[in-house]
């Protein structure tokens, strides 16, 4: 049975041939740098089939998209973005890319695109260029696509996909330490619910609609459901929330990867083979190593 | 492929299959190679020419098997020892002829010094010549070999006659791909004549002349089979079609043959499929016929022409028909297509009967007369719209049986495609001679119009070809529409009834529903047709359906969804979906596990909200859903 949490780190990224700067290569992974090394056949295994050619190798990183909530909506990204003209997520007044050749400029505008439709704008998505020129091409914004969230520069060396854990485990602390209870609606909220037996599916999501997800404010550390908090917006998904105690505004996407982790977290000992569909960057490398 | 360690051996191949490969010829060498070395001490150096063997005992060599022992069953090794053991002596055979051995082993290795891809005559260990002699002291010695010996020997013989071919024949010798692609020798040798006239009828029923014994499988020996496509069971009417005259045709399912069938076809009003009638109980004369108007005719025209046509007809008795071609034909396509193809039917006028129908006593059918086929074809020109007919023989019966049918519309040449595309129907339309008054009635399988108060152009010449305008007194058009499965191709009594509203293929639900169609639904929606329904659909985002009833059903759900709003006052695809979708999110809310999974960024499978949403008594379709996911930036998955 698998539990769905926030991922650690999914990101989609565009690579470059280096040789063929007008090659380009759309992927997707949970772990970037040792992904990188597979394209470019520093690894033994992996590596996809459109990378192998000995011409355009090595690749560079370019541009990623990272933040996503789940593997899955990576995964769907991922596509749109390799098959700009025809994806539904981008309709059809808006599509730049009409046919088979994307040129980098298109690429970037189907990004800025996909991030800011229907689709995906609720997510809270997050860009970052590792390369001036490109970086250049975005700002050019040749495509005339509106885009109004930041996008980072930087190096990939110094990508870090451990992002920093302080909010989970703050959350950890509290929730082992003291009762907690919902700064909203105050009720109790019961951190270690017996669990039943759960056999399938459907009764674990039965149990779960019982086991409500909370979080917390990173600033206060004051506790509460997500619906509590939700409610009091009008969009089924918000994107930020302020916190009723110190009223600073919350990121989202943040809040819910500390509640997700923190049932897996406190379900994963109780219930029998529980899993995270996408595994931490840090187990895959493991897993990667010891195949020979 | 990544790099891969070196296997076994000096040489590395990349891919496996080649360095498996490589290995086991490494391997085999080797073997060879050890042979060798295992006779070499009994080597002399002495060249000479070799006297060809009459004794052919099985020799060790490293050839592989080419032949088998005269005697059964037994092994090489076996027959060796044997032949040694009686000599109790190795050299002993080899003693009285140092010769054969020294040739031996020289062929040996001039054997494996060529390279084996090329099949060059020096790589051969004994000469056809003396090959073909061996087999036929073989032969002598032996004269009666079991079964399996023939079969190697003919294809020794085989194998030499082909490769002695072949070598004549290319220059490249007997390459792999020459073998191949040379065709395999048909000569008959003496035993293969001779086992031919002993072959009794089993054989010769069951195997073909060149494989006869089949107990041991040739390798050179080929043998092909053709399999006969399957007949498609649809036989398609010859018709004779001449490329102008369009119509259609349409059987109807009638199980009496007294009652006279008349289709009458409007192309605008084309709701039945041409789903064709196959039943072989039908009575082979089926008058049926149909025209499709040509789309520039109107009424006038063809009224016009008519008059002139009957002018020209020479015997009143004839039916004519304006511009039909009266060719029917029992078995007809059952392709449905959006565009009806032209065809030609011919008519066959049916026997008379009396007219009693069973249910519809007042009606006095029309009969046709099935004893005297009229043959009539009629060519209809498409350019114009005059038209002409060319009547052939006709004889005719009573005036009354006579028939005249169908409606003689002109026909356009050019397809015109059908309005909509539905379910199976058929549709049957009946000339009554009598004026009836017929009120409309609708069924959940049935649907029964009055057609010629619709204004529709009906043109009947009854035998005595009245007046224009009297006509319709006379004859009342009847339609009557049911589905009808791609299957069954059951004739229908006459009375039975026929819906014209295609009906899904479960009546029942549909009753249901029709009746809670009325009630929330305003009645500007339901009276929609179906096309105009479907395009409501479109504007809303919605997928239309097929089946009026099933996008009815639809609606009926999404406006129990959203009452009280009204559906005629949502006009565009956003108040459509807005106010959907703020009552999903109102629903959403309301639940603790579906609003966090929602949160949580949760990939939603469609048919669990579907089902959830059932629980709560809503039906909504998944593409609704999805929609309210895509908007929503909801990920969904299976």
Redesign the interface.
């Known amino acids: 049975m698998s539990l769905h949490t926030t991922p650690q780190f999914y990101c989609v990224y565009l690579l470059q041939s280096i040789p063929k700067p007008r090659t380009f290569y759309v992927g997707s992974t949970p772990d970037m740098k040792r992904r990188l090394r597979q394209h470019n056949g520093d690894l033994k295994a992996g590596g996809a089939f459109r990378t192998k050619r000995k011409g355009s190798r090595p690749w560079k990183v370019v541009t990623i998209v990272y933040n996503f909530p789940s593997r899955i909506s990576a995964l769907q990204f991922e596509h749109s973005l390799q098959h700009p003209q025809f994806t539904r997520r981008i309709s059809h007044d808006d599509r730049v890319s009409k046919s088979q050749s994307t040129s980098l400029h298109q690429r970037l505008a189907n990004i800025k695109l996909l991030i800011t439709s229907p689709g995906f704008v609720r997510m809270d998505l997050k860009v970052k260029i590792f390369d001036d020129e490109v970086y250049l091409a975005w700002r050019t914004d040749k495509y005339d696509v509106k885009f109004d969230r930041e996008v980072e520069l930087g190096k990939f060396d110094e990508l870090d996909i451990n992002e920093c854990d302080d909010d989970f485990d703050a959350m950890k602390q509290k929730a082992l330490d003291e009762d907690i209870s919902c700064c909203i609606c105050k009720a109790n909220i019961d951190v270690f619910k017996d669990v039943p037996e759960i056999t399938s599916r459907h009764e674990f999501a039965e149990f779960l609609g019982r086991f409500p997800l909370v979080s917390l404010c990173y600033n206060t550390n004051s506790t509460f459901h997500l619906t509590c908090m939700a409610r009091s917006q009008d969009q089924l998904i918000p994107t930020s929330v302020n916190c009723p105690c110190c009223s600073k505004s919350l990121t989202w996407s943040r809040i819910v990867k500390t509640s997700t982790k923190l049932r897996y977290y406190l379900l994963k000992d109780n219930v029998k083979g529980l899993t995270q569909p996408t595994q931490d960057a840090c187990t895959q490398e493991l897993l990667t190593q010891n195949t020979p | 492929m ?1 790099d891969s360690e070196p296997g076994g051996g000096s040489l590395y191949f990349n891919s496996t299959q080649m360095q498996s490969r490589y290995e086991d010829l490494v391997e085999e060498e080797t073997k060879t190679k050890l042979v060798k070395s295992k006779l070499n001490p009994f080597k002399n150096d002495i060249d000479k020419p070799i006297l060809s063997t009459k004794k052919s005992i099985a020799k060790p060599r490293a050839k592989p098997k080419s032949r088998k022992q005269p005697k059964k069953n037994v092994s090489l090794n076996a027959h060796v020892r044997q032949s040694f053991e009686n000599n109790a002596d190795k050299f002993s055979y080899f003693a009285g002829n140092q010769s054969k051995l020294d040739d031996f082993i020289k062929r040996i290795t001039r054997a494996e010094d060529v390279e084996h891809l090329t099949h060059k005559s020096n790589t051969k260990l004994w000469t056809p010549s003396e090959w073909k002699y061996i087999v036929n002291s073989i032969r002598l010695k032996f004269p009666v070999l079991p079964r399996a010996s023939k079969m190697t020997l003919k294809a020794i013989n085989k194998r030499m006659m082909l490769q002695s071919m072949n070598e004549e024949s290319q220059e490249d010798g007997g390459s792999m791909w020459s073998q191949a692609c040379s065709h395999p020798s048909t000569e008959m040798s003496n035993e293969d004549i001779k086992s031919l006239y002993e072959l009794n009828e089993e054989q010769m029923n069951g195997s073909s002349f060149i494989e006869e014994e089949h107990e041991e499988v040739s390798p050179f020996v080929m043998s092909l089979n053709v399999d006969e496509k399957l007949k498609s069971d649809s036989t398609i009417s010859d018709s004779e079609s001449e490329p102008e005259i369009i119509s259609e045709h349409r059987i109807k399912k009638l199980s009496s043959p007294e009652i006279v069938e008349e289709n009458l076809h409007k192309s605008l009003v084309q709701v039945s499929e041409s789903i064709y009638d196959n039943n072989p109980h039908q009575p082979p004369l089926d008058p049926t016929m149909s025209f499709q108007s040509f789309s520039f005719a109107r009424q006038d025209q063809v009224y016009e022409v008519i008059e002139s046509d009957v002018e020209s007809v020479k015997s009143p008795s004839k039916p004519i028909a304006l511009s039909s071609p009266t060719k029917i034909s029992k078995t007809t396509s059952p392709i449905e297509s959006p565009f009806t193809t032209p065809t030609i039917l011919t008519k066959q006028i049916l026997n008379s009967r009396p007219t009693s129908i069973s249910r519809r006593s007042p009606i006095k059918l029309i009969n046709q007369s099935f004893e005297s086929p009229i043959q009539q074809e009629i060519i209809i020109s498409s350019d114009e719209e005059s038209i002409h007919s060319t009547a052939k023989s006709s004889i005719t019966t009573d005036s009354k049986d006579l028939f005249v049918e169908s409606q003689d519309m002109p026909v356009s040449s050019m397809p015109i495609p059908k309005s909509q595309k539905r379910k199976t129907l058929t549709t049957t339309r009946l000339q009554i001679s009598n004026a009836l008054i017929v009120s409309d009635y609708e069924d959940s399988t049935v649907k029964l119009r009055k057609i010629s108060e619709n204004n529709r152009i009906i043109i009947d010449l009854d035998a005595e070809i009245p007046d224009s305008e009297s006509s319709d007194d006379d004859f009342s058009i009847i339609e009557i529409t049911r589905e009808v499965k791609p299957e069954e191709g059951e004739p229908n009594t006459s009375g039975q009834d026929v819906s014209v509203v295609q009906v899904p293929s479960s009546p029942i639900t549909t009753t249901e529903h029709s009746l809670t169609v009325a009630t929330n639904i305003p009645s500007e929606i339901s009276s929609l047709k179906a096309t105009e329904l479907s395009k409501k659909f479109k504007a809303w985002g919605l997928k239309p359906v097929q089946g009026k009833s099933k996008m009815l059903e639809i609606l009926t759900n999404i406006t129990h969804f959203i009452d009280p709003i009204n559906l005629t006052n949502l006009d565009t695809q956003q108040t459509f979906q807005q106010s959907v979708f703020i009552k999903l ?1 109102q629903l ?2 309301s ?3 579906w ?9 939603i499978r469609i048919d669990e909200l579907k089902q959830w949403l059932a629980t709560q008594s809503y039906i909504l379709e998944p593409d609704l859903l999805q929609m309210y996911c ?6 969904t ?1 299976n």
Not at chain 2, 630 to 635: A, E, P, Q, Y
Request: charged content about 25%; proline content about 4%.
């Open positions: 990544s999110t959403i809310r639940d603790q596990l609003y966090d999974r929602i949160l949580s960024y949760e990939p895509d908007n929503h930036s909801v990920t998955t």
